[in-house]
């Protein structure tokens, strides 16, 4: 299960340029891809710079979900180490001061539920884009 989160924020940390690709991929030369055995007819959904701007905006959510989710994950392991060498001062004005463990505590918090937050987002925009393009395409994947 942690395997499967980890795939669907570092899929949706490249949904953004993945996305951007996509859209000039074509016109500035660069290979969309091997070719598709399977000659592909395009759907009514599929055309048009509508689908390209929804496409384009479901990106750039699931990218700044995932950017916040890292930090958010960043910051709550780098926290205690902060809280162990910091002044009595500098906990006082922390959340949950002025212990250490008080500081951690409601700073791993406030990180718990802001990834639960943004992990919500991904998925919501994977959703939003795989039932906008159809069955078995992910946030940003063309």
Do not use: K
């Amino acid at each position: 299960m942690l395997v499967a989160a980890a795939r669907r924020v570092l899929g949706a940390l490249v949904a953004l340029p993945r996305q951007l690709v996509s859209l000039a991929g074509p016109q500035a030369g660069w290979p969309s891809g091997p070719p598709d055995p399977v000659p592909h007819i395009e759907t009514e959904t599929e055309r048009g710079p509508g689908n390209r701007v929804i496409g384009l905006l479901c990106a750039t959510v699931a990218n700044a979900a995932a950017l916040i989710l890292v930090f958010a994950a960043a910051r709550a392991i780098y926290y205690p180490f902060w809280a162990a060498g910091a002044s009595r001062d500098e906990l006082d004005r922390s959340w949950g001061g002025p212990s250490a463990l008080g500081a951690t505590v409601a700073h791993w918090a406030v990180a718990a539920a802001t990834i639960a937050v943004m992990y919500a987002v991904i998925v919501l925009m994977e959703w939003l884009a795989t039932s906008r393009r159809g069955a078995g395409t992910a946030v940003g994947s063309g």
